[in-house]
């Protein structure tokens, strides 16, 4: 899919300022019409405990029929949904035809997800922000997206993950905070570590390992990542 520069400045532009749930909704809802996907969602819970269906729902455009179906149909969704996707750093793509395959889901779950015409999703978990673990996804049922397709998508989701952090926990200051997996990589570039090798070892492409240095330069106000190295070291933020 070809996704027109004009659009995608407007959506990266718009990411950048999300500063509210309201805001939040809109870019999510344009990025899924602009990705040819039918709905978004966004997940979230503690980090130390589990959380009811109810409370792990922050948002969505899944209608409120399909989520109470969905409930007494999968009643431990949100586990499998943040077991499948957590422990990875990449966008996470699911299929409900594997799922059927793999006898991951109920006949009636997939019946359920086919019947809403949401036969496939990418999910994309948040890089260790703060007290939460976030998971936002989109679903739909288009074609298996491609490798530029979720190279775009994840460069504006980890800004979204940011953003949200910054709705949900105001006191937090999001310009000067690092998430986790911008420490690990400032930290591996500290020790001599090429963009290609970082992006290797964590499972990133290098596209977003870039991203993620431009942001961490950004934070610390440093004019080179070398500059920045040295500001964090004094900072105590890597050893």
Not at 8 to 23: F, G, H
Not at 102 to 121: P, Q, W
Request: aromatic letters at 10%; proline letters at 3%; charged letters at 25%.
């Amino acid at each position: 899919m070809t996704i027109g520069s004009t659009d995608w400045a407007d959506i990266v532009l718009r990411t950048n300022r999300v500063s509210s749930v309201e805001q939040a909704a809109k870019v999510l809802c344009d990025v899924q019409w602009l990705f040819g996907f039918r709905a978004y969602y966004v997940f979230d819970r503690p980090k130390a405990s589990g959380l009811a269906f109810e409370e792990s729902h922050r948002f969505s455009n899944l209608t409120d029929l399909f989520l109470s179906r969905l409930k007494a149909t999968v009643p431990d969704f949100e586990d499998k949904i943040f077991i499948d996707s957590l422990s990875r750093l990449m966008p996470v793509p699911w299929f409900m035809e594997e799922y059927s395959k793999r006898a991951m889901l109920s006949d009636a779950a997939v019946k359920l997800f086919t019947e809403s015409r949401l036969t496939m999703g990418v999910n994309f978990p948040g890089f260790g922000l703060w007290d939460k673990i976030r998971i936002v996804g989109f679903a739909g049922a288009r074609k298996r997206p491609e490798r530029d397709e979720l190279d775009q998508l994840n460069l504006l989701m980890i800004q979204m993950h940011e953003r949200l952090s910054l709705v949900f926990r105001p006191q937090d200051n999001t310009e000067t905070t690092m998430t986790s997996l911008e420490k690990q990589v400032l930290h591996a570039v500290s020790e001599g570590n090429r963009v290609a090798h970082v992006a290797g070892n964590l499972g990133l492409s290098t596209r977003t390992v870039q991203y993620l240095m431009n942001s961490i330069c950004r934070k610390l106000d440093a004019s080179s990542v070398e500059h920045a190295v040295a500001s964090a070291l004094r900072q105590g933020l890597i050893y």
